[in-house]
């Protein structure tokens, strides 16, 4: 998931590692209008313009909604489920994804892996152009995983630790999609 560029159209996209700082938290808190915490941010301007185009978006449901794919995204991709994958990454993406899964099934690794939760989800950056929302959500989660070679042993990982994991992934879709 690295690459600066890469955006995931779903009914709402993706894209790791991007340089951002968290303006506003959007972890589950009573609904507000976005602006209403921060209202002079760049981030509450872009969030204003995209509930301005699109009545029916909600940065506390997207959040939840962006929960929900993320633990969804790294699963499948742990499993090495392109088809759950394909059904939520672009083009581009996926063939990322789909690389690292060769990857793995070419040197006959398994990954097992238990998504435990995510600490922590926020908004950092918003953004409207070429008629697309995109929002930029860092999300802080707990996992356990290890990847196991042909024979079996543990070649990356630990069944018995907590891993910690920060990404930050950009979602979009055009603002006329319902």
Known sequence: TAGNDNVIPMTRAVDASRRVTPIETAAPTPAAEPAAETPQTPLAAALRLIVSSDRSFDPIRFVDGARIAYEMIVTA?????????????????????????????KKGEKVEFTFVGIDRSEIVEAAVGDGTARITVRFAAKVISLTRDAGGTVVDGDATRLTDLVDVWTFARPITSS
């Open 77 to 105: 991709y742990a499993k090495g489920d392109r088809k759950t994958l394909s059904n939520l990454l672009s083009k581009e993406v996926m063939e990322s994804f789909a690389r690292g899964i060769d990857e793995r099934e």
